[in-house]
């Protein structure tokens, strides 16, 4: 019989844009919010000379070790196909204000 109790720890995979170079940053936390700011601020060496970002997706796991292997996949060609689909929507959003 399940259990009353639930836990109400998430992990989250988050990709971010650049403003630089328009490319993609993948990762994950548990701390989204907190993750954001750090990245916004230059404090993530990673990202540090590829500010200012944007989020443009997020995805919440149960699971460190899920997070950890779903940021894994979206890093990987299949999983930017994916991306790529599921932000296609965006896509199009701005390359028609481009041409506005």
Do not use: W
């Not at 000379?49 to 899920?66: A, V």
């Amino acid at each position: 019989m399940p259990s009353n109790t639930t836990s109400s720890m998430f992990f989250y995979v988050y990709v971010l844009e650049s403003g630089a170079d328009n490319k993609l940053y993948i990762g994950y936390t548990s701390n989204l919010v907190r993750r954001i700011e750090e990245h916004k601020k230059g404090l993530s060496l990673a990202t540090k000379f590829r500010r200012p970002f944007k989020l443009i997706y997020f995805e919440g796991c149960t699971d460190e070790e899920d997070a950890r292997r779903r940021e894994h996949y979206l890093k990987t060609t299949q999983g930017r196909r994916f991306l790529g689909l599921r932000l296609l929507q965006r896509g199009r959003k701005k390359a028609s204000r481009a041409g506005s």
